[in-house]
């Protein structure tokens, strides 16, 4: 069997689920998101067929528009794996609001309830994460926590997700590969987590077991989606001359901190200052900037473990990441029963480094240090 489809054959069924619970979230948004906009997405148009371009009436437009909206639903229903996911989106188009972070909300939930109805078609699987019951709670991770344990012990399958991470700073710079739907899947009797980021341009980065991980590029609507191992180290980008870093720089606190990260990084003697820097964090920034763009070190600030999947695919694919309080690298299965006893403990995960060497990680956090000590001196941090 060719390696580039292997995956989808040799998965494991917490790999599977996890790849369909992000799945089910990216159709979800993307679908939300044609109905709002009435598919006026160029590239996606061409791709189908059916460019608007020579259209000369209003009413040309209109049903080149129509034509192109319900060609995209057909395909993605079909990519959807038979789901029902009308269910979620009768009446949106008329309900979502039309201004960016009200927007996100409802693409959050909507993402989120088919990532449910996704998790039940697989039988006993419970789904927590960002928009769960817990999350209006004022003690909300703590009873998270226990509930997690609680159905850890009786042997079941939990996946645990964040349905939409990023849209915020994504859809104000106009980046589809700035968000992601990401999802993680723990037990039972598998001892490492498995984890999907499903990217909002299509691209998949998924666990695979002992092949490291797997990346699915988005292809044409007529042919399958092309899965490979993904080898990070081989993606050195020799002639990527800007060395970049990712520092979360997204929001004025973000903004503020990545400043003082540029600032201290001039006295260290170790590595050239810092002169560029990728602003999108999160488990989107993440996986793009190591894993696809050949970025020098990323961070990933504490957080809930739904948040720190990035850290973890990169990892998995054999990058050097440490935490703020070790000097030594984190396996995966270090890292993966750090983010389940955090989860257990409704604590988040302490900030993560990851870097294309261990000294690069290790520099990034140097900086963040200083940055950290010297806004405390200044009464800012």
């Not at 901190?257 to 201290?264: F, G, L, N, Q």
Request: hydrophobic residues 40%; contains cysteine.
């Amino acid at each position: 069997m060719s390696d580039l489809h292997r995956f989808h054959h040799d998965a494991s069924l917490n790999e599977r689920i996890a790849y369909a619970l992000a799945h089910a979230g990216f159709i979800a948004v993307r679908r939300a998101e044609l109905l709002q906009t009435y598919g006026r997405d160029i590239q996606e148009a061409e791709a189908l067929g059916n460019s608007v371009a020579a259209a000369q009436s209003p009413s040309d437009v209109d049903a080149a528009l129509e034509g192109l909206r319900n060609r995209k639903v057909q395909r993605e229903d079909q990519l959807a794996s038979g789901l029902n996911l009308d269910l979620y989106y009768e009446g949106f188009a008329e309900s979502v609001p039309d201004f960016q972070g009200e927007a996100a909300i409802g693409y959050d939930i909507i993402a989120w309830t088919a990532m449910e109805y996704t998790a039940r078609t697989y039988g006993n699987v419970e789904i927590l994460g960002e928009e769960d019951q817990f999350r209006p709670l004022q003690d909300g991770p703590t009873r998270r926590g226990e509930y997690l344990r609680k159905l850890l012990r009786e042997g079941r399958r939990v996946a645990v997700v964040d349905p939409l991470d990023g849209s915020n700073q994504a859809r104000a710079m106009g980046m589809r590969s700035g968000w992601a739907t990401c999802a993680m899947v723990l037990g039972p009797q598998q001892r490492t987590i498995a984890a999907a980021v499903y990217l909002g341009d299509g691209r998949t980065v998924v666990t695979a077991g002992d092949d490291g991980v797997w990346a699915s590029e988005p292809a044409h609507p007529d042919r399958p989606t092309v899965a490979y191992r993904l080898d990070p180290l081989a993606r050195q980008h020799p002639t990527f001359a800007r060395r970049h870093w990712t520092i979360p720089a997204a929001k004025a606190k973000t903004i503020e901190h990545a400043v003082a990260m540029i600032e201290a990084s001039k006295n260290e003697q170790s590595e050239p200052p810092v002169s560029w820097v990728n602003p999108l964090a999160g488990n989107p920034g993440f996986v793009t900037s190591m894993l696809y763009a050949g970025a020098v070190a990323a961070m990933q600030p504490e957080s809930y473990a739904w948040d720190a999947l990035g850290p973890y695919l990169v990892a998995v694919a054999g990058l050097p990441t440490i935490s703020a309080e070790s000097d030594e690298m984190l396996t995966p299965e270090e890292l993966s029963d750090m983010l389940i006893t955090d989860l257990m403990a409704g604590r988040r995960t302490m900030t993560l480094y990851s870097g294309r060497t261990l000294k690069d990680a290790r520099y990034l956090r140097s900086i963040d240090r200083a940055a950290t000590d010297a806004r405390k001196r200044m009464g800012r941090a």
